[in-house]
């Protein structure tokens, strides 16, 4: 059950089905509307400031539209061996992706962005995971792809499907970043803008 409607319209600012499925533990009523952002990196800017401006600029394309609605960004960046790291888009790349990080730390900067034009208020956080990878062979990367179809996530894992069986550890200090929202900086955030949570 979905708890009582906010004065203020909640909107995340987002496409994923990834982040509806998180938004929606919160139980507050919220709409989903596509934003639409160059996300070209700007000449050495670091993965955490980049992510954290995407966030911000996503929010901000959906805000303008809404300004008296409180607007939820997100972004997430993979980065190894200091290399930012894409969404695969199909299941050969993401086979490579895998091949590549076997035994190797994987570094996902989730970051959100929550504001409302209306009052002024704007609220930013990065999140970092750490992701390390066992040793994977071939056969066992080719049947994970095949299976969980991860072609839409950085890194072409999902966590919280069969990817985590390529793990050897994950840390964060929030066990949602990895999924793409933040979920304990997001709740901390809604209730300073005035949404009842839990």
Not at 88 to 97: D, L, M, N, V
Not at 128 to 153: G, M, Q, S
Not at 166 to 178: G, N, V, Y
């Amino acid at each position: 059950m979905q708890r009582q409607s906010h004065k203020s319209k909640l909107i995340l600012a987002s496409s994923s089905p990834y982040r509806k499925l998180l938004l929606n533990r919160l139980e507050i009523p919220f709409e989903t509307h596509s934003p639409d952002v160059d996300e070209s990196p700007l000449p050495g800017e670091a993965a955490t400031v980049l992510v954290t401006r995407l966030a911000r600029q996503k929010g901000q394309a959906i805000a303008q539209q809404f300004p008296e609605a409180v607007v939820i960004g997100s972004d997430q960046l993979a980065v190894c061996n200091e290399e930012v790291i894409g969404k695969p888009g199909t299941a050969e790349k993401a086979i490579c992706q895998l091949r590549r990080f076997s035994e190797q730390a994987v570094i996902f900067h989730s970051a959100v962005a929550v504001q409302c034009l209306h009052t002024g208020y704007l609220f930013e956080r990065c999140v970092d995971t750490e992701v390390r990878f066992r040793k994977l062979d071939d056969d066992e990367i080719r049947r994970y792809v095949a299976a969980d179809n991860p072609v839409d996530c950085a890194g072409s894992f999902k966590s919280e499907s069969l990817g985590i069986s390529l793990l050897k550890s994950m840390t964060s200090s929030d066990p949602t970043a990895i999924v793409g929202l933040p979920l304990i900086a997001l709740a901390r955030s809604l209730r300073e803008t005035g949404f009842q949570l839990p």
